[in-house]
């Protein structure tokens, strides 16, 4: 279990901080995370493997490049749902979908993810990509409990994140210096995806190993 006497650095800014950092970067975000972030995204969408009329959640949509290829995905007998934290990435991703004439098959909202409410085994499909290792050290095991209920039996979980695996590299290092000396800015921290899941009873399926910068990076597909 996920507790603050790990060696996981915690995260030292508030929701409300996060909120307004991530309005303030929403119209450069695609000219640089998301270039990066790209492969490994499509990585996880790729071995979610989404059908047509599935029913999907994406937590932290952020600029909208997932959910419009979910959209796509699910055709017109699916239903894809999102949220995010900032009320600018909302409106870009909004814009993004309505330029794809996806809007009527998704159902976006804005707000704290650890506050969001659905029906339990709603889900087929729930998605994070590099958002996990933005919630706090504590939030982390409640996200995924949350996660599990809103996922039908034998639903999958799908979540890319910077990892911690090689905790002694040195760029892990060198990234957790700047989350210490920068936490507004570097919110984000390599966490152990594959123990957070697997402590949350989850089966895994898929766990592929990349790198960003250097930085480990884990693709995790999991079960109910």
């Known amino acids: 279990m996920y507790s603050k006497n790990n060696d996981i650095l915690d995260v030292d800014r508030n929701k409300k901080q996060a909120k307004l950092f991530y309005d303030r970067i929403s119209p450069y975000y695609d000219y640089f995370a998301g270039i990066f972030e790209k492969k490994h995204r499509n990585k996880g969408l790729e071995k979610l493997n989404i059908k047509k009329g599935k029913i999907v959640l994406e937590i932290g949509y952020g600029t909208g490049q997932a959910i419009k290829k979910i959209a796509q995905k699910v055709g017109t007998k699916g239903k894809v749902y999102g949220i995010d934290i900032s009320s600018q990435m909302y409106k870009i991703t909004k814009n993004r979908l309505k330029k794809a004439n996806l809007l009527d098959r998704v159902k976006l909202s804005q707000g704290d993810a650890l506050k969001i409410s659905y029906d339990e085994n709603k889900f087929d499909i729930i998605f994070m990509c590099f958002v996990l290792e933005l919630f706090d050290t504590p939030e982390i095991p409640v996200m995924l409990d949350k996660i599990k ?28 210096g ?18 957070a899941l697997k402590d949350a009873h989850f089966n895994i399926k898929t766990n592929i190993k990349n790198k960003m910068f250097g930085l480990p990076v884990e693709i995790i597909v999991g079960y109910k």
């Open 149 to 176: 209920a809103f996922l039908k039996e034998k639903g999958k979980i799908g979540i890319v994140s910077l990892s911690k695996e090689n905790g002694n590299s040195l760029m892990v290092k060198i990234y957790e």
């Open 178 to 195: 700047l989350h210490k000396k920068f936490p507004k800015y570097f919110d984000c921290r390599p966490i152990y995806v594959n123990k």
